[in-house]
C-alpha cells in the first residue's frame, strides 16, 4: 500500500483509522494478523478477564499472545473494579515483556484497552463490562490506575443505559478527563445488545464535542458506513460483525480513503481468496487448535469467498465437515493439489 502520513489517535501513529473491533472467540492472535495483512491500522484483542490473568490461568494468558506480522494491539481487559483492573494490567505487562524477549522487541501492546461496553450477564453480574456504566466513578479511576502503567488508554463503550444523548456524552466526557486517550462509543444501549439499528447521530455527537478522541462502533458493513462515521467527526472506526461478513470491507473502505490499495487486494482472484483462508487455517492451527480452526473458518468463509460463483458450491461442502484436514483440503485450489 502506498505511503501515507500516519494518522494520531488514541495517544498513537497509526497507519489508518480503520480498526478491527475487539470480538471475543475471534480476535486471537492469527485473526488480527489476517486483518492487519488486509490493512486494518489497528486491532484488538478479545475481552480478557484481569481475573485470569492474575490467577494464571493457561487459557487467558493465551490470550496475551502477540505474533510478530501483527500491527498494533489494543490489549482489551474486563474487571469489576480498579484494583482487579489495575492488578490484571500489570500481570499482562509482565506477561508481554516475557513475549518481547523471545518474539522481538515490537511484541508489546500498544494500548491498554477497558471494556465497559459488554451486555452479557456473565460479565455485568461481576460489575464488569457495560455494568461500569452505571458508576462512572469506579469507570473513571480504572482510567486513572491504567494511565499511571504509561500506556494510552482506550476504552469501549455504549450509548448510556438511558438513551439519552447527553448522559451518553457526560459518561464519555468523564472518561476522557480521567484521562482516556480513546473513547470508542458502540451506539446501542445495553438493553439493546447487538440487536436493532446502531445510533450514529449519538455517536458523532460525542466525536464532535470531543475532537481527535471519539471512535465508532456500530452497523459498519461497508466503506460509505465508514466514510459516514469518519465524516461525521470520528477519529477511527471499527468494523466488527462487518469485519467477519465481509473481510475485505478494509481494503475497500481504505480505497475509499484515497489510499492506493493493490488490486489483487481489493478484487483478489477466487484462488487468491482461498489462499488467503488457506493460510489464517495454517496459522490458527498452530495457535488455537483443530478445533477452534474449523469453527472460525466457518465463521469466515462466506464472506472472504463473497463474489465468487464457485463459492456456494464449496461453502456446501465446507459445512458437511468438521475436520480439520478436510476443510482445509477443500480449501486448497485446484491447481495446487
Ligand atoms: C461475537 C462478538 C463478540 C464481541 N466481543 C467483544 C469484546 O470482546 N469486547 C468488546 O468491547 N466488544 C465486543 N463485541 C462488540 C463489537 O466489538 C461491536 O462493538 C458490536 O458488534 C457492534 O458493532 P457491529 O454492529 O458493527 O457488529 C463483540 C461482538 C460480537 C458480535
Known amino acids: 500500500m502506498k505511503e501515507h502520513p500516519k494518522i ?24 488480527r494478523e489476517f486483518f492487519s495483512r488486509l490493512g486494518a491500522g489497528l486491532t484488538h484483542t478479545e475481552m480478557v478477564s484481569c481475573a ?26 474486563f474487571a469489576g473494579d480498579a484494583a482487579s483492573m489495575r492488578e490484571g494490567a500489570e500481570a499482562a505487562i509482565a506477561a508481554g515483556g516475557r513475549a518481547a524477549s523471545s518474539e ?18 456473565k460479565v455485568t453480574k461481576r460489575g464488569a ?20 502503567l504509561g500506556f494510552p488508554v482506550w476504552v469501549k463503550t455504549r450509548k448510556a443505559p438511558s438513551g439519552d444523548e447527553t448522559d451518553t456524552l457526560r459518561f464519555a466526557e468523564g472518561l476522557l478527563n480521567a484521562g482516556a486517550d480513546n473513547v470508542c462509543i458502540h451506539g446501542r444501549t445495553p438493553a439493546q445488545r447487538y440487536g436493532g439499528r446502531a445510533d450514529r447521530s449519538v455517536v458523532c455527537a460525542a466525536a464532535r464535542r470531543f475532537p481527535g478522541k471519539i471512535s465508532a462502533s456500530g452497523d459498519v458493513y461497508s466503506a460509505e458506513d465508514v466514510l459516514e462515521y469518519l465524516n461525521g467527526g470520528c477519529v477511527g472506526v471499527m468494523p466488527a460483525r462487518g469485519a467477519l461478513a465481509n473481510p475485505y470491507i478494509f481494503p475497500l473502505a481504505l ?24 493460510s489464517l487455517g495454517e496459522s490458527s ?14 465463521r469466515l468463509l462466506a464472506g472472504a469467498l463473497k463474489g ?30
Open 255 to 278: 480505497k475509499a480513503l484515497g489510499y492506493d490499495v493493490p488490486e489483487e487486494r481489493l478484487n483478489p482472484a477466487f484462488e487468491d481468496r482461498l489462499l488467503f483462508l488457506r
Open 285 to 298: 492451527h498452530e495457535i488455537n487448535g483443530p478445533r477452534p480452526t474449523v469453527v472460525l473458518l466457518k
Open 52 to 77: 485470569g490473568i492474575v490467577r494464571g490461568n493457561r487459557k487467558t494468558e493465551g490470550m496475551l499472545r502477540l505474533l510478530p506480522g501483527e500491527g498494533p494491539v489494543v490489549l482489551q481487559l
Open 129 to 148: 463490562g457495560a455494568a461500569l456504566m452505571n458508576v462512572p466513578g469506579i469507570a473513571c479511576e480504572m482510567v486513572r490506575g491504567l494511565k499511571e
Open 8 to 31: 494520531e489517535a488514541g495517544g498513537l501513529k497509526l497507519d489508518n483509522a480503520l480498526w478491527l473491533a475487539p470480538l471475543a472467540g475471534v480476535t486471537t492472535p492469527p485473526v
Open 104 to 121: 522481538g522487541a515490537s511484541a508489546r501492546f500498544a494500548a491498554l484497552g477497558v471494556n465497559m461496553a459488554c451486555p452479557m450477564p
Open 308 to 337: 465468487s460463483e464457485s463459492a456456494a458450491a464449496l461453502r456446501r461442502r465446507a459445512g458437511l465437515t468438521n475436520d480439520l484436514d478436510e476443510l482445509m483440503h477443500i480449501l486448497t485450489p485446484e491447481k495446487s493439489r
